[in-house]
């Protein structure tokens, strides 16, 4: 046996910001009251003869947990694809910390501090969970790949988010989805990030696990520096750790309000009436 068990109490650590996140004066006094980290404006994107956005207007704050939520193809994982600079809108501006921003790749993104986990997750089977986990941003001393050190530091990283991963030398293949989807957060957290967007980061998940995430998402708002957007389908879960909720129907935002105003049996009403007038 190697390590205990983490009880219960011990919950999960929170990275604090990382060494190179720059001078961050983000005096939090509440929940979403931090400077606002990122807004979409007028954001439209096709797809062919498929309208997948229609004049997106969103923002969140460092310190707040924005929920997004709508059916499939609602157009969630296409804004959180355009916010992380990998498809570019037809129309509309994306200001990142107050300032307008032609998102150029997912490179560009990351270099302001966007910080994606995406739907479809992005590991490298082949390669162990270590390696995925610094994928381009390997630890070098001179030509070579400093393994053990990025061993030492992903296990401990992934031990913070609570998941157990049997090891950190196995193959991505070999793992669960709740496994893989713990390594995709634990990794986006383990940055300089300013801006979190999780796609359905709990989707694959068990109870057990799902909860972990969800406490960890919010030990990161109570930290104050980072936006997050989390999407999932389950809106007791968007409820519960969202300070605010959007709701996406095809390809438009049709509902914004704080979490404490609104219930899910007013959400899934909003979303059923679509149901009911088509
Ligand atoms: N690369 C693409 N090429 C063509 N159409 C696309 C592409 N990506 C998304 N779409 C279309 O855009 C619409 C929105 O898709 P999107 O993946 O954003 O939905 P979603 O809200 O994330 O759904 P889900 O809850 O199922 O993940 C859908 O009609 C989808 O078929
Ligand atoms: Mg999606």
Redo the contacts with the bound molecule.
């Keep these: 046996m190697s390590e205990e068990e983490t009880t219960e109490q011990s919950g999960l650590e929170v990275p604090g910001p990382a060494e190179d996140a720059g001078p961050g004066d983000y005096a939090s006094t509440g929940p979403g009251s931090g400077a606002e980290a990122l807004r979409v404006e007028g954001i439209s994107k096709r797809?062919?003869p498929?309208t997948?956005l229609r004049d997106i207007n969103l923002h969140v704050r460092a310190g707040e947990v924005l929920g997004l939520i709508?059916?499939?193809?609602?157009?969630?994982?296409?804004l959180i694809k355009i916010i992380t600079g990998f498809h570019r809108p037809d129309s509309g501006r994306i200001l990142v910390a107050g300032e307008e921003t032609q998102l150029r790749s997912v490179a560009h993104a990351r270099s302001l501090g966007i910080e994606t986990v995406y739907?479809d997750l992005a590991l490298v089977d082949e390669l162990p969970v270590y390696l995925n986990f610094f994928l381009s941003k390997e630890l070098t001393l001179g030509p070579f790949l400093r393994h053990r050190e990025m061993r030492r530091r992903a296990s401990a990283a992934l031990d913070e988010v609570g998941i157990n991963i049997p090891s950190v030398s196995a193959e991505v293949r070999a793992l669960s989805g709740g496994q893989r989807q713990a390594i995709a957060v634990a990794r986006a957290v383990n940055t300089a990030a300013k801006v979190l967007l999780l796609d359905?980061p709990l989707a694959a998940m068990g109870a057990r696990e799902g909860g972990q995430i969800l406490r960890l998402i919010e030990r990161l708002r109570e930290r104050g520096d980072l936006a997050i957007i989390l999407i999932a389908h389950n809106y007791s879960q968007v409820v519960d750790v969202c300070d605010r909720v959007n709701l996406?129907q095809h390809g438009e935002i049709t509902f914004d309000r704080p979490s404490a105003e609104t219930s899910v049996a007013e959400l899934l009403e909003l979303v059923h009436a679509e149901y009911r007038t088509a």
């Design positions: 797809f062919g498929v997948a709508g059916d499939n193809g609602a157009g969630k994982s296409t739907q359905e996406l």
